[in-house]
């Protein structure tokens, strides 16, 4: 009779250690969506400044920069070979829905003009992501904090049940 206790107690430890291990992969994925969208603010400043002195093309200056996001540089690496809006249609982006509507319609402008209208493009998008950037911030805390408190909720509920 007391092995039962001693499997429940096991199946119990088990369920909490992959409630921790799911709260901490959320924390890398919000750390992961903040890191990607300062990524691409820099790509964006990159792009600016490329366009502001030399003419390369858009493939070129995106296929020449250097990320420093791993999440990121798959889709820079797929953007330089096609096109900026082609890579932002795949699946599996690390950004978050709204990263991503700014990125978008970035790359919906980005290289239709003269050369002065794209480098303000280029620093209001920026700004843009900055403004975003200071939001995903502010909100990282409590983001985190709702994620763990229902990580919690649901593997403890669990381990009441089976207990």
Not at 44 to 56: L, N, P, Q, T
Not at 110 to 125: A, F, H, K
Request: charged share 25%.
């Amino acid at each position: 009779m007391n092995l039962i206790y001693v499997y429940k107690a096991v199946g119990a430890a088990l369920l909490i250690f992959s409630g921790v291990y799911i709260s901490l992969g959320y924390a890398r994925a919000v750390a992961r969506e903040i890191d990607a969208a300062k990524d691409a603010e820099r790509l964006i400043r990159y792009i600016g400044e490329c366009i502001a002195y030399r003419g390369d093309s858009i493939s070129d200056i995106i296929g020449s920069y250097v990320s420093s996001c791993e999440a990121a540089r798959a889709v820079w690496q797929r953007a330089g070979e096609t096109s900026l809006s082609e890579a932002l249609s795949g699946d599996s982006l690390p950004f978050d829905p709204e990263t991503h509507r700014i990125i978008s319609e970035f790359s919906a402008s980005v290289g239709r003009g003269y050369r002065e209208p794209q480098i303000e493009l280029c620093r209001s998008t920026a700004a843009k992501l900055a403004s975003r950037i200071g939001e995903l911030e502010a909100s990282k805390k409590d983001r985190l904090r709702v994620g763990s408190a229902i990580c919690v909720f649901i593997f403890l509920s669990l381990v009441i049940m089976l207990i």
